[in-house]
Each structure stands twice: as C-alpha cells, then as structure tokens.
C-alpha cells in the first residue's frame, strides 16, 4: 500500500471538475506545460533586434508544417502590423498597363495553395568555419515550412501585359522602411510556382511574415520571399540592389564573390536527438528529421550513427512534395557508447547533400550563406548530445 503511482491511484482535478467553456480563448493557444517552445533569437548576433533573426525551434515541432506562431523571422527593419484596407500592390516597368490592386482586388482572384518550405540563405551561417551554436534551432532554425495561399504572379503579369520577351526579370520591394529589394528571374515566374500570398497554414499570413502580401518564391533563399510586398518592377537586367551586390553573396577561397547563387541546395538535419538533448537510458529511440532541397523533391535520406562509417536508409513519411520540407525517421538501438548521428539527404536531380570536407573543399571557411553540410550530434556515454562537427 502505497507504492503505487498516484497519477493512477488518485482521481486527478480534470477528471472531477467542470472543465473550461468554448470560446473562453477566441483563438486558440498552445498549452501552457509548452511554454519552452517558442522563437528565440541568438545572443549577441545582431546590434539590433529590428534588424535580426529569430529561430524556429525544430527540436519540438512534428510533421512538416511549421506552426505559424513557431515559423522563424528576420526582419532588416522591423515588422509592422499594415492595415489590409491601405495596403496596395502595384505592377509597373516593361508592361502595357501599370496596375494597383487593393487586397480586395487580389482576393477577388483565382487562388492556389501549395506546401513549400522557406530557408534564409544564412541558415546555418555560423557554423562555415567551426562549431558555433549548441542546438538544431540556432544551427538550422532559418527554416519553415507551411500552405501558402495566393495569386499565382504570372497571372498578374499576364493582366498587365507584361513584355515577357524583353523583360526578363523583376524587382520585388516590400513597404518596410528597409528598402530590400530582389531581382527574381522571369523564369521562375513562368513556371507558375511564385505567389503573390495573403494565406499562410489556413488563415491570413501572420503580420511577422509579410502581413497582408508576400511573395512565394519556391526552392529560393528567403531573402527573395519580399514580405509586405508593396510593388513587382518588369525590367530587362538584374537590378544589383544592395541585398545582392554586397549581401547574400557567397565569399570564395580566392577572394572572389559568387553572386545570384540563390537557390537552396539539399540539406538535410536530425532534429532528434540533437543539440542539447539528453537521452534518459540506452535502448530503443526514433531518430527523425528533416529534408529539403530547392530543385524538388527529395529521393532519399541516409543515417548514420557512428560519424559516417556506415549508413542505412531512412524512411520518408508522406507527403513527400518538391521545395517542401520531408520528414524522415529510423530506429535506433542506442548501446550506451559514444555515438555521432547524421542524416544525408539525396534529391529527384541527383544532388547529395556534402560533407564539411566536401563543402570547405570548394567553398572555404569564410562564407555566410549557402551552407548545407551534413550535420552531426555527438552522443556521450551520459547521454548528453552536443554539436560537433565531422569531416
Ligand atoms: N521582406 C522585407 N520587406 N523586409 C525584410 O526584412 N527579410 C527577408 C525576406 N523578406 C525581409 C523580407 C529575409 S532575409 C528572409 S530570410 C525572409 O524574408 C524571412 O521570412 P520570415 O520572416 O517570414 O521567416
């Protein structure tokens, strides 16, 4: 008598009490024993927190699609919360008719939806020449993933009467005061896949990610997905804006700068265990994780669990759709000695994902953006898992 366990013996509050009535929270919140899953921005990265970062925290997040309130933020200038009813969208440069729509203009019109994920070219940026930060949220957290709803931009280009010969590429420009602005090539465009957006998982895209227009741009870095888009430029160059010609460039070994290198190539990342976990007793775990790439879909994920000496297929769980993030898991029984875990992702074009030998070979150690090395997690015997980086 005793001995057993009171969350059984002993009726709990919730099964003798009233409950809450509906409604009692207009819209719903997550629980409240959840309050250590949230955003969080990295200490010390940036002078300011209008012009920087926060991470999703993929070490608790399930599926592929990013909770709205999770899916991670980078601001150059702040977000601001704009009023639908002011907000206006205009098309102007190589076109017949200069046109402004309202979002009840745009609301009006033929809508898609479509899962794609979003990465910052920077993601992962800290860590090019060492280990940097502890957890999958700072080290990959620049991405989400969610259902975008939207007008495709062709169709807005096609009623303005866009001169799809000469003008073969735009500026996209958001109405924040930080003037960042994005070439997008004219072909992206007319393969249909990039959005003029005003939904985000369901409901209107939160004020944090572009409030009420953003574009979609699928497979691309982030920076090109211009949030609280106010205006589409047609034009017959790539513009060279600030944010192209001096940031999101890739620095070489030489000294050189690779530029326009935006789309996100396949990556993947174990989500858990990783960075700051801790496994309780050796035993039986699920490995699961992540993968993506911007030219589609993803064909194959490989795991490893000794740091890369043998590898066995991962299991890829529906849906598994191009420039989405694929959720992948494997079993594993953990024998209690030191482990390393990696995940290696493989795309529908026969991109695999490198090793940090592979990368440093071509890219160096001095660059920011476009890194998607394969990542490993260090086991100790307490358990303990840490970032650790293998070549
Ligand atoms: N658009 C505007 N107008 N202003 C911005 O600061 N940041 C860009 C892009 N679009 C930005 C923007 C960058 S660098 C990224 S990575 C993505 O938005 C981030 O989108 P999110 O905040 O919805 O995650």
Same mark, same amino acid.
């Given at each position: 008598?005793?001995?057993?366990?009171?969350?059984?013996?002993?009726?709990?509050?919730?099964?003798?009490?009233?409950?809450?009535?509906?409604?009692?929270?207009?819209?719903?919140?997550?629980?409240?024993? +959840?309050?250590?899953?949230?955003?969080?921005?990295?200490?010390?990265?940036?002078?300011?927190?209008?012009?920087?970062? /926060?991470?999703?925290?993929?070490?608790?997040?399930?599926?592929?699609?990013?909770?709205?309130?999770?899916?991670?933020?980078?601001?150059?200038?702040?977000?601001?919360? $704009?009023?639908?009813?002011?907000?206006?969208?205009?098309?102007?440069?190589?076109?017949?008719?200069?046109?402004?729509?309202?979002?009840?203009?745009?609301?009006?019109?033929?809508?898609?939806?479509? $899962?794609?994920? $979003?990465? =910052?070219?920077?993601?992962?940026?800290? +860590?090019?020449?060492?280990?940097?930060?502890?957890?999958?949220?700072?080290?990959?957290?620049?991405?989400? =993933?969610?259902?975008?709803?939207?007008?495709?931009?062709?169709?807005?280009?096609?009623? =303005?009467?866009?001169?799809?010969?000469?003008?073969?590429?735009?500026?996209?420009?958001?109405?924040?005061?930080?003037?960042?602005? @994005?070439?997008?090539?004219? +072909?992206?465009?007319?393969?249909?896949?990039?959005?003029?957006?005003?939904?985000?998982?369901?409901?209107?895209?939160?004020?944090?990610?572009?409030?009420?227009?953003?574009?979609?741009?699928?497979?691309?870095?982030?920076?090109?997905?211009?949030?609280?888009?106010? @205006?589409?430029?047609?034009?017959?160059?790539?513009?060279?804006?600030?944010?192209?010609?001096?940031?999101?460039?890739?620095?070489?070994?030489?000294?050189?700068?690779?530029?326009?290198?935006?789309?996100?190539?396949?990556?993947?990342?174990?989500?858990?265990?990783?960075?700051?976990?801790?496994?309780?007793?050796?035993?039986?775990?699920?490995?699961?994780?992540?993968?993506?790439?911007?030219?589609?879909?993803?064909?194959?994920?490989?795991?490893?669990?000794?740091?890369?000496?043998?590898?066995?297929?991962? @299991?890829?769980?529906?849906?598994?759709?191009?420039?989405?993030?694929?959720?992948?898991?494997?079993?594993?029984?953990?024998?209690?000695?030191?482990?390393?875990?990696?995940?290696?992702?493989?795309? +529908?074009?026969?991109?695999?994902?490198?090793?940090?030998?592979?990368? @440093?070979?071509?890219?160096?150690?001095?660059?920011?953006?476009?890194?998607?090395?394969?990542? /490993?997690?260090?086991?100790?015997?307490?358990?303990?898992?840490?970032?650790?980086?293998?070549?």
């Amino acid at each position: 008598p005793g001995k057993g366990d009171p969350n059984i013996l002993n009726l709990p509050e919730w099964s003798t009490t009233l409950g809450m009535p509906v409604a009692t929270r207009g819209y719903g919140m997550p629980s409240k024993y +959840e309050a250590g899953l949230i955003r969080r921005q990295s200490p010390g990265l940036t002078q300011t927190a209008a012009a920087s970062v /926060s991470f999703s925290p993929l070490q608790g997040m399930f599926g592929i699609i990013t909770a709205s309130g999770l899916h991670f933020e980078r601001h150059h200038q702040g977000w601001h919360d $704009i009023d639908p009813t002011k907000h206006r969208f205009m098309i102007n440069g190589l076109v017949k008719t200069p046109m402004v729509f309202t979002m009840d203009d745009l609301m009006r019109l033929p809508s898609v939806s479509r $899962i794609h994920f $979003i990465e =910052c070219g920077a993601n992962t940026g800290m +860590e090019w020449a060492n280990v940097a930060v502890p957890t999958v949220q700072y080290t990959h957290g620049m991405l989400s =993933c969610s259902e975008f709803t939207g007008v495709r931009l062709i169709d807005l280009l096609e009623m =303005c009467g866009a001169d799809l010969k000469k003008g073969r590429y735009l500026l996209a420009e958001g109405a924040d005061g930080s003037s960042m602005t @994005r070439t997008i090539p004219m +072909e992206l465009v007319e393969s249909g896949e990039v959005l003029v957006a005003y939904g985000m998982n369901g409901e209107m895209i939160r004020p944090e990610n572009g409030y009420p227009l953003r574009l979609v741009v699928p497979g691309v870095q982030g920076v090109s997905w211009v949030k609280w888009l106010r @205006r589409v430029e047609v034009g017959d160059k790539p513009y060279g804006t600030k944010d192209e010609a001096v940031h999101y460039i890739d620095l070489m070994p030489d000294g050189m700068h690779r530029q326009y290198t935006s789309l996100q190539e396949v990556k993947s990342v174990i989500t858990t265990p990783s960075g700051g976990q801790i496994l309780l007793d050796k035993g039986f775990y699920n490995i699961t994780g992540l993968a993506w790439s911007g030219r589609g879909k993803i064909v194959r994920v490989d795991v490893s669990t000794d740091g890369g000496v043998n590898w066995r297929q991962a @299991r890829l769980e529906q849906p598994v759709l191009p420039k989405a993030l694929t959720r992948f898991n494997i079993d594993w029984v953990w024998d209690g000695k030191p482990a390393i875990l990696q995940s290696r992702a493989v795309d +529908e074009t026969g991109h695999i994902q490198p090793s940090y030998g592979q990368l @440093r070979k071509v890219r160096g150690t001095r660059s920011i953006y476009h890194n998607n090395a394969i990542q /490993s997690w260090l086991v100790n015997e307490n358990g303990e898992v840490s970032n650790v980086q293998v070549l």
